[in-house]
């Protein structure tokens, strides 16, 4: 594929990287991986702002970055919005295209804001899903927990496959495949169309069906860290359910037994 030309120059203090590849998924996901700047350091779990070379003053939206810290490339999970400032343009890039980052990350879904713990339970909905499949590549994130229970909750069957085929290739993965046999779990619900399981992820939880289908001890801030990304009102309900069952939101600054971050949303 032929790489379009730019239309405007890139701005100061923002890297210019290559799409190498690009995975649509369903009308409204999709995911890519671009060349990793030499000089970028960042924690698995972090987002950056990405835009598109398209303006004098690019749109910027935050993007979690999906793939491990080691990675020689990055690889973002998106959403398509028909009339998103940047989703709506983002959506056509093709390999040899260029995505433009700013230069530093952030986040707080990262281990270091959690204290220790046996088990890590990684809450998702949507592209809220691309922070784990980051740090469920990270070697750190299986040096802390014993165990790591990754849910996704999606409207549909199609918008589960990314981290079907995320879990599904750690068993694979040269570098990692030791550390994660038999310690990550899938716990995979759809709302809007029937499939095996359904339901929020909040319902799942609250009637105790997820404990019984897995088979496993009630969350429990003794042993077990929460991590949460999805969208506003997700996190709030979520976070909520975190707070009655006695856990503490952390932070770098002072680490403690759950974090949260919002999905990007449009
Ligand atoms: P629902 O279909 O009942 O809205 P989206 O793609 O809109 O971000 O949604 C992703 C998933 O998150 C959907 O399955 C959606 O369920 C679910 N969801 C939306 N709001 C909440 C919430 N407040 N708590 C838990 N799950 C939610």
């Known amino acids: 594929a032929g790489a379009r030309p730019l239309q405007f120059p890139i701005p100061a203090n923002v890297y210019a990287e290559t799409v190498v590849s690009v995975k649509h998924y ?7 991986r671009i060349t990793r700047p030499q000089s970028l350091r960042f ?3 972090e987002f950056v702002m990405i835009g598109l070379p398209n303006a004098e003053k690019p749109v910027f939206r935050a993007y979690s970055i999906a793939s491990p810290a080691w990675d020689d490339e990055l690889e973002f999970f998106s959403i398509k919005v028909p009339d998103g400032p940047l989703t709506s343009q983002l959506q056509k ?6 995505v433009i980052m700013r230069q530093k990350s952030t986040g707080t879904l990262v281990v270091d804001a959690l204290t220790p713990a046996k088990r890590l339970f990684m809450i998702s909905t949507g592209t809220g899903i691309a922070p784990f499949a980051s740090l469920l590549r990270d070697p750190d994130t299986y040096e802390k927990f014993e165990q790591v229970v990754l849910t996704h ?13 995320l879990v599904a290739e750690l068993e694979n993965d040269p570098l990692i495949g030791e550390l994660t046999g038999g310690r990550v779990t899938l716990y995979n619900s759809t709302t809007r169309e029937s499939s095996e ?13 997820f404990y019984a289908d897995l088979g496993i001890d009630k969350l429990d801030p003794e042993t077990d860290r929460i991590m949460i990304c999805g969208s506003m009102h997700m996190l709030r309900d979520v976070k909520e ?3 009655s069952l006695g856990f503490e939101e952390g932070s770098l600054h002072h680490p403690a037994s759950f974090v949260v971050e919002r999905a990007f949303v449009g």
């Open 26 to 32: 369903t009308d409204r996901l999709f995911s890519f």
């Open 43 to 45: 924690r698995s779990g």
């Open 93 to 98: 890039i093709e390999i040899g295209d260029t």
């Open 153 to 165: 909750t999606c409207r549909d069957n199609a918008e589960l496959t990314y981290g079907q085929e």
């Open 197 to 209: 399981r359904m339901g929020r992820i909040t319902a799942l939880i609250g009637s105790g069906k």
């Open 241 to 243: 359910l975190a707070e």
